[in-house]
């Protein structure tokens, strides 16, 4: 069955909606005809069935069942904001291990990086965010937040389980299933001390999350596996 995103708070039962073009194209490359069912997902917790009424390309769906998945935990990553173009590959990646918050993060280290992650880049990634579900059937997004400064970081998200990447800090422990949980990860070379120290002295505690000095991408998928695998 094919998968189409549709906006938030569109989806009701017996309503005809009509997908934004990126879908119907999607339709075009899949040879839909009418009255194929289809799967619709909005990134926000709503699924729906329906079928194609009319010409496919025209993109018009009658909802059929709609039902409402809860919100996940929190599952959130602050994550230097080095190069887009691997940032925006790891956006992906957290949809798909359900990821539910995404923070590029502005470092003394990340700082001075051309092809750094910035605000203007946040839309693109959040589009990816959300064909990303697509294909891993969740119901829900990660939301791909503006950079943040670390002094935002720590003002804003304090709650929960909170890890910072470290190759000297300890095992990770388990978290708990309904908890919130954020990892905090650094750029290439790390977090500055005073930047550690900073986030130690608002609670985050240092976890190793490998053997050898991780990419910033590869240490916010071992992150995120960790804070999921326990998820229903």
């Known amino acids: 069955m094919i998968t189409l995103l549709v906006e938030a708070g569109v989806l009701a039962p017996e309503r005809d909606i009509t997908l934004v073009e990126a879908e119907r194209h999607h339709l075009r490359v899949r040879r839909a005809r009418a009255g194929d069912r289809v799967r619709l ?11 194609l009424v009319g010409v496919p390309s025209e993109g018009t769906v009658r909802v059929a069942t709609l039902r409402s998945e809860p919100a996940p935990p929190t599952r959130g990553l602050a994550v230097a904001a080095g190069d887009r173009d691997r940032f925006e590959w790891l956006v992906e990646k957290a949809a798909e291990l359900g990821i539910t918050d995404v923070i590029p993060l502005e470092t003394e280290r990340a700082v001075g990086v051309g092809t750094r992650v910035r605000g203007q880049h946040v839309d ?13 059937g969740a119901a829900w997004a990660p939301v791909v937040h503006l950079p943040h400064s670390l002094a935002e970081l720590v003002s804003r998200r304090r709650e929960g389980t909170r890890w910072l990447a470290d190759r000297d800090g300890g095992l990770p422990s388990p978290i708990p299933p309904s ?8 750029p290439e070379g790390g977090f500055t001390e005073a930047e550690r120290q900073v986030l130690r002295d608002e609670g985050w505690w240092p976890v190793r999350l490998g053997r050898h000095i991780l990419r910033f991408e590869t240490a916010a998928l071992v992150a995120a596996t960790l804070m999921t695998s326990h998820d229903s």
């Open 124 to 136: 693109r990634m959040q589009r990816r965010a959300y064909e990303a579900i697509k294909q891993s």
């Open 179 to 186: 908890g919130p949980a954020w990892t905090a990860i650094g």
């Open 41 to 51: 997902v909005d990134g926000r917790g709503g699924v729906g069935d329906g079928t």
